[in-house]
């Protein structure tokens, strides 16, 4: 028996042990602070549980009630239509994939039937007499949607655009990653503070830019239509560089000589692209986009800031009624109960798309 | 990053038009790539406009600021609103508390996920491969909304303002161990075993061999974590409730909305210009070490 193949097996035997030993930190601060809280706003969120008294009372669903339900409602066709019109498109989309046989059929139609579902359950809403138990509620993950929809293909698309742009070798690319990149690591309070006074109406470079074009000045953040426009423009000048960083790396790790391959083949730039560059993105792409719905869907700082949910409850979002109720309004019980259905969303939206991607990959 | 490209489409075609024969193409790729570089090279620059914005803003007089601040261009230049934020009250502590809470979390971070991620990486043991799949799953998990019974634990422990409930919460990153994991498994067998076959320990071969080996990917992990707590907001704001104990990005947001602050753009943007200058230098001196470790991060899954 030689003496490496000795040593190997003393040292599996021995590994448990010091495995549990190097493991022991990470494990113990991830249980109580990461999974701890979680299952601890499961449990508080059947509770009536008030935060002065710090005493759970009435063990039950209505926490839920209260966040879900309502009285009084009307179906309409028309009611959210910018909503269900193209979820009624992509539904068509995946039909006609569907039926030209593209992917496993009986997975499409269950696709098909849930998005089905969804636009006629969009049509439900609290009639002339009726309301929601919480309004505000509704208008947060409205918001939060909105956010994220609006967000998450900007700062795809120009994270890999600028990635394109920069992967090239020189000091000039470095320095313009650099430029791109910079605005990460600034704090939400300094963003905030510069793009509250870019958007200014009568002192921001914004009024001024858009006067030279012979705009009248507009309070970007005081109108209730172009307020989250406003705040994912700043998210996305804030955060993309970001991306941009991911794309890069994931462009470097390509095999240089597919694209010679390819340029033998007579492909050209397009076709390179599409066939060579998408696809060998595929995980980081993955990667960015599940990080950036986890991000999106928990967004909060640069919105309370710059609108503090307003005007009215215009740009209110989730992170920040869970926080009002919680703290200000010290109803934990209803507050933790939100968080997890947060944390249901998350999951969901994360686990799709790692199902999505992998399908494709088979 | 910088200083080891991989080779890229352009460097190839530029590579290729250096013969003679394509001199024509060789022309038409210059005008391209100089056309490309002013246009990147403006991009960048409007790209930095609001952050300049900040740095004129802070070093214009504020009654000139008053009569015209939609300029790219110093208003009477003068240091006094730095200087006089500086010497504010308020600003040293919160500075100290940044340092505080962004330095142990640094610190605790880098060292939880090195440790967790040289037994994923090198170590065999029961339960690795689902223990592994938990923690990446951790990564799913939406830490920043859960700060409600995160609240609760440290209110009713009266750990409210105090630097432990600031920190400790952040130090399990399941992303650190994540990038951590994937360096030590790419490390060659040899280097340990020839310590082993020395009759070196786990201990040993991790402090002495693994650690002066990782050195890039802790410097990157730390700069991140680093960034991400220094600009951490919601948990600071909910868990500080005496300005004694905000964080820099706290105590800026809060004097956000003071009416004071509207008169003063100078005085307000020198605040903003103290809160990110610390991080705008660790930017500048460690770009590098920053930039790889978000790649490494994007590494295999």
Same mark, same amino acid.
């Given at each position: &028996? ?111 039937? /849930? ?210 109720? *919680? ?5 934990? *019980? ?6 997890? !259905? /947060? ?8 686990? !799709? ?10 | ?136 799953? *951790? ?26 409930? &600031? ?41 002495? +061999? ?63 210009? +103290? ?27």
């Amino acid at each position: &028996m030689s003496q490496a193949s000795a040593i190997r097996r003393r040292s599996r035997t021995g590994d448990t042990r010091a495995a549990l030993l190097f493991l022991l930190p990470f494990s113990v601060l991830a249980l109580v602070f990461i999974l701890y809280p979680v299952v601890q706003a499961l449990y508080m969120g059947f509770f009536d549980w008030d935060l002065l008294t710090q005493r759970a009372q009435n063990f039950g669903l209505q926490n839920y009630v209260t966040m879900l339900g309502g009285h009084g409602f009307v179906w309409s066709a028309t009611h959210m239509l910018t909503w269900r019109v193209p979820l009624l498109v992509v539904a068509a989309v995946v039909a006609v994939g569907a039926l030209r046989g593209r992917g496993r059929p009986l997975r499409a139609g269950v696709v098909v039937l /849930l998005l089905l579902g969804l636009v006629v359950a969009l049509g439900f809403h609290p009639g002339p007499q009726g309301s929601w138990n919480d309004p505000r509620f509704w208008a947060a993950l409205q918001h939060t949607i909105e956010f994220t929809v609006i967000s998450t293909p900007l700062l795809l698309a120009l994270g890999l655009a600028m990635a394109l742009a920069v992967n090239r070798p020189g000091r000039a690319a470095s320095w313009y990653r650099g430029a791109f990149f910079l605005p990460y690591v600034l704090p939400v309070s300094v963003v905030t503070l510069i793009w509250i006074y870019l958007y200014n109406p009568s002192r921001g470079l914004f009024a001024s830019v858009t006067s030279a074009f012979g705009v009248e000045p507009i309070d970007y953040l005081n109108s209730s239509a172009l307020a989250i426009p406003a705040v994912v423009l700043t998210t996305v000048w804030w955060t993309v560089g970001f991306n941009m960083v991911l794309f890069v790396a994931g462009l470097q790790d390509i095999e240089p000589s597919l694209y010679e391959a390819a340029s033998l083949d007579g492909a050209g730039r397009v076709q390179s692209f599409l066939n060579i560059t998408l696809p060998g993105l595929r995980r980081v792409m993955l990667l960015v986009l599940v990080t950036q719905v986890v991000a999106s869907f928990q967004v909060f700082g640069q919105i309370y800031l710059m609108t503090r949910g307003g005007p009215g409850d215009s740009s209110l979002v989730l992170i920040q009624h869970i926080y009002q109720s *919680g703290i200000r309004d010290s109803d934990l *019980g209803y507050a933790s109960a939100m968080s997890i !259905v /947060l944390l249901v969303l998350i999951l969901a939206v994360s686990l !799709v798309q790692l199902r999505f991607f992998k399908e494709d990959d088979a | 990053m910088s200083t080891a490209p991989a080779p890229t489409i352009t460097e190839r075609t530029t590579r290729e038009d250096a013969t003679p024969r394509r001199s024509r193409t060789a022309r038409r790729f210059t005008i391209g790539a100089s056309m490309l570089h002013l246009f990147l090279g403006v991009a960048a620059i409007v790209w930095l406009v609001p952050v300049i914005w900040m740095f004129v803003l802070a070093t214009s007089d504020n009654d000139l600021l008053q009569l015209d601040s939609q300029t790219l261009l110093p208003q009477g230049f003068t240091l006094q609103n730095l200087i006089g934020e500086l010497s504010n009250s308020e600003l040293p502590r919160w500075f100290l508390n940044s340092l505080i809470v962004t330095g142990v979390t640094t610190i605790g971070t880098v060292v939880c996920s090195a440790m967790a991620g040289y037994a994923f990486g090198r170590l065999d043991f029961r339960f690795k491969e689902p223990l592994f799949i938990v923690t990446l799953a *951790g990564l799913m998990v939406p830490r920043e909304a859960m700060f409600i019974p995160l609240y609760l634990m440290f209110s009713s422990a009266g750990q409210l303002n105090t630097y432990p409930a &600031m920190f400790l919460p952040r130090i399990a990153l399941p992303l650190g161990v994540f990038i951590m994991t994937q360096f030590f498994r790419a490390v060659p067998r040899e280097l340990e075993e020839a310590a082993r076959i020395d009759g070196a320990g786990h201990r040993r071969i991790f402090t002495r +061999i693994m650690l002066p080996l990782a050195r890039p990917a802790i410097a990157a992990l730390a700069i991140f974590a680093f960034v991400q707590s220094w600009n951490d907001y919601l948990w600071p704001l909910v868990v500080a409730t005496q300005p004694d104990y905000y964080t820099l990005t706290v105590g800026l947001a809060q004097q956000q909305a003071s009416f004071e602050a509207a008169r003063s753009l100078g005085d307000l943007m020198s605040r903003g210009v +103290i809160g990110s200058l610390p991080l705008i230098v660790v930017f500048l001196l460690f770009q590098r070490q920053l930039v790889r470790g978000i790649s490494l991060a994007s590494g295999e899954k």
